[in-house]
């Protein structure tokens, strides 16, 4: 190994410990699903049957909305 590659190794290995290091989203119903935010969900939505916090759910709505079919006419 020479001295870049052990810079390198170095640099992954203090990715890979912060990455270790940091909070863990709850996977509770209070909580957003984990491909999203982790934020808590606020009690309104959550009676309603809501999986995610109103900014994830309106992401996600956009994202459908960009690949959703378009008619034509």
Do not use: N
């Not at 956009?62 to 959703?68: F, H, L, V």
């Amino acid at each position: 190994m020479d001295s870049i590659d052990l810079a390198q190794a170095r640099q992954q290995d203090d990715v890979d410990h912060a990455l270790a290091a940091r909070p863990k989203p709850s996977t509770g119903a209070d909580f957003c699903t984990v491909e999203d935010c982790g934020e808590p969900i606020a009690a309104a939505r959550k009676a309603m049957g809501a999986t995610r916090c109103v900014a994830c759910q309106g992401r996600a709505e956009r994202e459908a909305q960009r690949w959703a079919p378009r008619a034509h006419g």
